[in-house]
């Protein structure tokens, strides 16, 4: 089997980074969730504190690597002013346009919240450590940008997987 270069650049921004985030969240959901006094002892705190850091900082970096990607290694070909391009393909016909103007849109704007929020949420994690267990308000505040870190990449992950559909780059 081969893949073409944009095939592979598909893959490396969907399949890799996209889902490397993705399938990250349950965990960094856990972790944010069992940071609580009466379900850690002491000495498990740290331990838990330092996996913490590490996965979501991995998964800030893959959501970046994935909004990276998409825009200025996946998109361009999608939008390019040929009949063949994918973009073009989608608004030729009026029963899949609204996947160019609502799903692409989406791609291309909102998708930028979700590295961001995924960002905040690793520094909130690095700067209180140990600490958050003690500031429940924050701690639930973290796990809410967390959750909407991942609503954003998720939904953008499907509008790329069912525009995909409709119209591959080829």
Do not use: C, N
């Not at 989608?90 to 849109?105: C, K, S, V």
């Not at 308000?137 to 990449?153: D, E």
Request: overall charge positive; cysteine-free.
């Amino acid at each position: 089997m081969s893949l073409t270069d944009r095939e592979l650049w598909t893959l490396i921004h969907g399949m890799l980074l996209g889902a490397l985030f993705l399938l990250g969240f349950a965990g960094g959901l856990e972790g944010l969730y069992s940071l609580r006094p009466q379900l850690l002892r002491p000495e498990g705190i740290r331990d838990r504190a330092r996996r913490l850091k590490i996965g979501v900082v991995a998964m800030a970096v893959a959501a970046w690597g994935t909004v990276l990607t998409g825009t200025w290694i996946v998109y361009p070909w999608y939008r390019e002013d040929i009949p063949e391009s994918p973009r073009s393909t989608l608004l030729a016909d009026p029963a899949t346009a609204e996947w160019h103007h609502f799903g692409m849109e989406w791609k291309e704007h909102v998708a930028w919240i979700s590295p961001i929020l995924a960002t905040v949420v690793a520094f909130i994690v690095i700067y209180y450590g140990t600490s958050l267990i003690r500031h429940d308000r924050v701690r639930r505040t973290t796990i809410l940008l967390f959750v909407l870190a991942f609503v954003f990449a998720a939904v953008a992950g499907l509008f790329g997987a069912l525009i995909t559909k409709a119209a591959p780059l080829l």
